[in-house]
């Protein structure tokens, strides 16, 4: 008894070890056992994926969330590519994440692997996998809003969608038509998703949808987000309600309306097509092309049509963004050329109080042979003349009275001036928010150089622009900006039948060309304030500049719209890559 009553106590202990210890691992086995007769893990494991990761891409099958019709032989070929701590990783960040909205599962899988790889060659694996991989607000909250407002919810890597269309909506599928109804929303916090945004600004009125752009490269928000409403009302409320507004303490929104960007800005167009050749070429290649800009130059030979770019003018922003992406990636080539491709700038429009007080006449395409003196002959049989500024083929004319300028606009635009049609408007006073950048110094030079500082194209403020117009810094006036050449004149820019849009011209060999004098071209150009953009090193600071730059933020060669940025303010209204998607 005494022998048996010994060895009682020894064998216990262990089987009670091995009931506490050994829970998992039996439990593990089991799985594995099982696991063991899927089809779908046997062929997991034929195709040399590790069976630490099999396994937890058969418990992310089991729980539903994503199928393996969803892991195609891509997905598992770069999965395979991971060390297997990273591909497990990946996996456990969806399972957590439950893949909430998102509908294309295969494409965002391959995606996130993509993406994952690039954050860590940039911040390394153990910094990566210490956080999350994929953000969102807490699905029980996201769910109860879908639930309550009957609307959709689609994620992608770069951009998480909300609505579009809502429930009970009539008119056209695409959406609500023409503009003034989307707000731009700037300066979101990184860490705030739908569930803050969405119960915030419905109290405007009914939500067409939410487009929040994400960060592939962090995961978060980038701090912006475009928000559609079904009536125009209820977005200019939303502006005027919530510009300013504390989201959280500290953290103040920008809202303002927006305007969908419809104008793409091409460089590098044979000089010998006219404006009806170009258009027609551009039409075979790219759907919703309505209209193009032209600038021709007044005493150029005939060879010469235009000035080697012009601005393309589309439906709406889609096909615009669209036909961008495929000149980007060389799947279209009109004239059989690399062409540059980039969004043209809108600048600020004066109000209309503004411009009913406008005295300045803006005169474009005129000949060299055209001077201050023979200008002030013509226009001076309307009304008396302050002063003319004739800068190359452009001038102003500054009438001491509105109505001899109003006379002279309906008389002399699209009229014969020695040989040439000219075209005239109302120079466009620039707001204060425009002339405070234009300080800068615009030595901008090389191919693509967007001609630099501030919203001016062509030098910016004081000192000299570039060798091609040597002394185009005059005072405290800027002779760039605008679509075209010319622009900013003292307070002034120009009306050019639509409003500015940056860039400057010229032959490359004599300075190139850029669409944004405001944030740089394609190729360069310094951005708001700073030293003005140059060639292909892009020139000192500004936002967006040029190749490389040696300014706080050197360019990052994406461009983007720009029209509601924030001048100085990390959120920008850029397309999001497509190939992030």
């Given amino acids: 008894m005494a022998d048996v009553e010994m060895e009682q106590p020894k064998v216990e202990p262990k089987e009670e ?8 691992n039996k439990e593990e ?71 909430f909205g998102v509908q294309n599962k295969a494409q965002y899988l391959m995606s996130l692997m993509r993406n994952f790889r690039d954050r860590v060659r940039n911040q390394g694996a153990q910094s990566v996998m210490a956080g999350k ?13 879908l639930k309550r407002t009957g609307y959709s919810l689609e994620i992608t890597v770069g951009q998480r969608k909300y609505g579009g269309p809502c429930p009970d909506w009539e008119g056209p599928p695409t959406g609500p038509a023409g503009q003034g109804h989307e707000v731009y929303v700037g300066h979101i916090p990184h860490e705030l998703f739908e569930d803050s945004i969405v ?18 490269m962090s995961g978060k928000n980038r701090g912006y987000a475009f928000l559609t409403f079904c009536e125009k009302a209820s977005a200019a409320e939303a502006a005027k309600k919530y510009d300013g507004h504390e989201i959280l ?35 075979k290649h790219a759907e919703g092309v309505t209209d193009v800009i032209v600038y021709t130059i007044p005493d150029a ?28 990636q060389h799947k279209i ?61 452009y001038a102003f004319v500054h009438f001491k009275e509105r109505d001899p300028c109003l006379k002279a606009l309906e008389e002399w635009n699209g009229k014969d001036l020695e040989g040439v049609n000219i075209d005239c408007s109302l120079a466009k006073p620039q707001t204060e928010k425009k002339k405070k950048p234009m300080r800068g110094r615009g030595m901008g030079m090389g191919m693509g150089m967007g001609y630099g500082g501030g919203p001016g194209g062509f030098g910016g403020g004081r000192g000299r622009a570039n060798n091609m117009y040597p002394n185009m810094g005059f005072d405290d006036y800027s002779y760039g900006g605008g679509y075209g050449m010319g622009g900013g004149y003292g307070d002034y820019g120009y009306g050019m039948g639509g409003g500015g849009y940056g860039g400057g011209y010229g032959d490359f060999q004599n300075g190139g060309y850029g669409p944004q004098g405001g944030f740089g071209g394609p190729f360069g150009g ?5 030293r003005g953009g140059g060639g292909f090193r892009g020139g000192r600071g500004g936002n967006r500049g040029g190749f490389a730059g040696r300014g706080k933020r050197p360019g990052d060669r994406t461009g983007g719209p720009a029209s509601k940025r924030d001048n100085g303010a990390p959120d920008f209204s850029a397309d999001v890559n497509m190939s992030s998607f």
């Fill in 17 to 24: 070890a091995v009931e506490q210890n050994g829970n998992v």
């Fill in 29 to 99: 086995a089991k799985t594995t056992s099982e696991y063991e007769e899927n089809e779908t893990y046997k062929k997991l494991i034929s195709q040399q994926m590790k069976k630490s990761v099999a396994e937890s891409l058969m418990k992310l099958f089991d729980s539903g969330y994503m199928t393996a019709d969803d892991v195609d032989e891509r997905a598992v070929e770069m999965m395979n590519s991971f060390p297997e701590d990273q591909a497990r990783y990946i996996v456990e960040q969806l399972r957590e994440s439950r893949l």
């Fill in 133 to 145: 991989l994929i953000t969102g607000p807490d699905p029980e909250k996201m769910a109860e809003i």
């Fill in 199 to 216: 119960p915030l600004f419905e109290q405007c009125g009914k939500i067409w949808d939410l487009r929040l752009m994400m960060d592939p």
């Fill in 249 to 283: 303490p500290g953290k103040a929104l920008k809202v303002n309306v927006s305007v969908a960007n419809t104008r793409l800005f091409l460089g590098n167009i044979p000089k010998s097509k006219t404006k009806d050749e170009i258009l027609e070429e551009l039409k």
């Fill in 301 to 328: 030979t005939e060879r010469h049509k235009n000035r080697g770019f012009c601005f393309v003018d589309f439906a709406d922003h889609k096909t615009a963004s669209d036909a961008k992406r495929k000149i980007q």
């Fill in 333 to 393: 080539r009109p004239f059989n050329s690399e062409l540059v491709v980039d969004w043209a700038e809108q600048q600020d429009e004066p109000d209309e109080e503004t411009m009913n007080k406008v005295k300045v006449l803006y005169v474009r395409n005129l000949k060299e042979c055209v001077t201050e003196e023979k200008l002030k002959e013509i226009f001076g049989t309307f009304g008396e003349i302050e002063r003319i500024k004739k800068i190359k083929d």
């Fill in 526 to 530: 310094g951005g708001f304030g700073g």
